[in-house]
């Protein structure tokens, strides 16, 4: 405890040397991201070598000209995705389990996924309930860009009322529960379409987009995809100082002259925009915003946010590219759910972590 009041007041004399171990994290972490790049542009249904690659992505011809399609119009942006997605959820987790002080918090605990699975459920399963209006709103139910649109949509009217709940709800604790609340209003209302739907094909198209998938973003989704995550980033550092001072809870914050309320907003508006942004885009993609954060908490052995934002980053891009290649199976046209692969994997691996990290080390079980 008393590490972490020095932590959060920058005077820390046990936490401040693994500052110096800084570059050296993040450069393996580099490293790592770089090879998992590389490897989903490698392998797949057909391995592409990796020399052939480079050609592709320096604009030259590689020996096969198919291989210039699947490397470029498919792997690459799919990597690309993975890279922005995995990045987002594991800051919007730490920032998540840091501001309600819970191990358990994740990038949806404030009902950002649920609206935006509502914004899909709405779009694909109610064309079989209001008939031919809602067919010719759709304009293609089946078009993926239909369903970002509508997840989009359902991810910011979500987002829409808990920053205005952020700004008037005292504790971080009410707005945790308030969120909830949301997720299972929300997802009730999902249930219902689901019940009432006419199609099986239209349900059976929802239950896919829950599956999760990095493969559906194209290159011009991208151009809207990367800059939102890279406006909850630039947020999310930013408030670095005060995601330190909240270690010790919100009362010894204001204690330190911290405005409490303010960056909470804020906190929250980075979480929700790189969350609602993954889940509209990528679908409601599971585990990597709690896995994370454990991960770098215990190898790095230090809760300071100067040290685990830019980890997290890395390491969750990381994640987000090993799981996804495990999912499409190399050497097969058999591909994997996304969000299975991510909890069967990483699951038993995290509760590895947990059990035998030494005792005392994060701040978050306490």
């Known amino acids: ?115 935006a699975s509502l914004g899909v459920a709405l779009v694909v399963l109610s064309v079989g309930v209001v008939g031919g209006a809602s067919m010719f709103a759709v304009s293609g139910w089946l078009n993926q860009m239909s369903l970002t649109v509508a997840a989009s949509v359902g991810a910011a009217l979500v987002l829409g009322v808990v920053l205005l709940l952020a700004r008037h709800v005292q504790q971080s604790v009410t707005l945790l529960i308030v969120g909830l609340m949301i997720g299972y209003l929300t997802s009730a209302l999902v249930s219902l379409l689901v019940a009432f739907a006419v199609a099986p094909e239209r349900v059976q198209a929802y239950i896919v987009w829950n599956f999760g998938s990095f493969g559906g973003v194209t290159w011009q989704q991208l151009q809207v995809f990367a800059p939102t995550i890279l406006i909850g980033m630039v947020i999310a550092f930013a408030l670095t100082k005060s995601l330190n001072a909240l270690l010790l809870g919100e009362s010894y914050a204001r204690s330190m002259g911290l405005r409490v309320t303010h960056s909470r907003f804020w906190i929250v508006t980075s979480a929700s925009l790189l969350a609602g942004a993954v889940t509209a885009f990528c679908g409601p993609i599971a585990f990597l915003g709690i896995a994370v954060p454990h991960f770098c908490r215990t190898l790095l052995a230090t809760a300071d946010h100067r040290v685990l934002l830019p980890s997290v980053t890395l390491l969750g891009a990381t994640c987000a590219l090993l799981v996804d290649l495990v999912a499409q199976l190399p050497g097969h046209t058999l591909v994997l759910p996304l969000n299975a692969v991510m909890s069967l994997v990483g699951a038993p691996v995290v509760i590895w972590v947990l059990l035998h990290r030494p005792a005392g080390q994060a701040s978050m079980d306490r």
């Open 1 to 115: 405890m008393l590490q972490e009041r020095h932590l959060a007041e920058g005077t820390n004399p046990v936490i401040w040397p693994h500052l110096g171990l800084r570059p050296v994290a993040l450069l393996l972490f580099a490293l790592l991201l770089a090879g998992a790049f590389s490897l989903n542009l490698v392998l797949g249904s057909v391995t592409v070598p990796l020399d052939q690659v480079l050609l592709i992505l320096t604009g030259q011809t590689p020996e096969h000209a198919p291989w210039t399609t699947i490397v470029r119009d498919f792997r690459l942006p799919k990597a690309l995705t993975a890279t922005l997605a995995g990045s987002a959820l594991g800051v919007a987790g730490l920032q998540m389990q840091t501001l309600f002080r819970n191990p358990l918090a994740d990038p949806f605990v404030l009902g950002v996924s649920a609206g």
